[in-house]
């Protein structure tokens, strides 16, 4: 299963807001399959996120939601729709 299956629809659709919103701050492709990123957090501290496409649940984000619990958090999706668009927009329609 892929980020998007594993997330909550409240997740994307908050991630869906954070990409329109340009939360992420920068980001950059690790491996083929994987991205980090660094995204603003709603109340100071930028969160330092992780995403494997390949292996979703190796995915980490340093926020409240998703810390070591091995979920898929709205930053994660943020860094996701942000290096590849088209996934936002498939989402959409
Ligand atoms: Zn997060």
């Not at 330092?48 to 979703?56: L, M």
């Not at 190796?58 to 926020?63: L, Q, R």
Request: net charge positive.
């Amino acid at each position: 299963m892929g980020l998007l299956e594993l997330a909550s629809g409240n997740s994307i659709w908050r991630g869906i807001d954070y990409f329109n919103k340009k939360k992420v701050i920068s980001w950059e492709k690790v491996t083929q399959d994987s991205y980090s990123g660094i995204v603003a957090g709603s109340s100071g501290e930028p969160y330092a996120v992780y995403i494997d496409k390949q292996h979703p649940r190796k995915s980490t984000c340093n926020c409240a939601f998703a810390n070591e619990r091995r979920v898929i958090c709205k930053h994660m999706l943020a860094v996701l729709f942000t290096a590849e668009p088209n996934v936002a927009e498939d989402f959409l329609k």
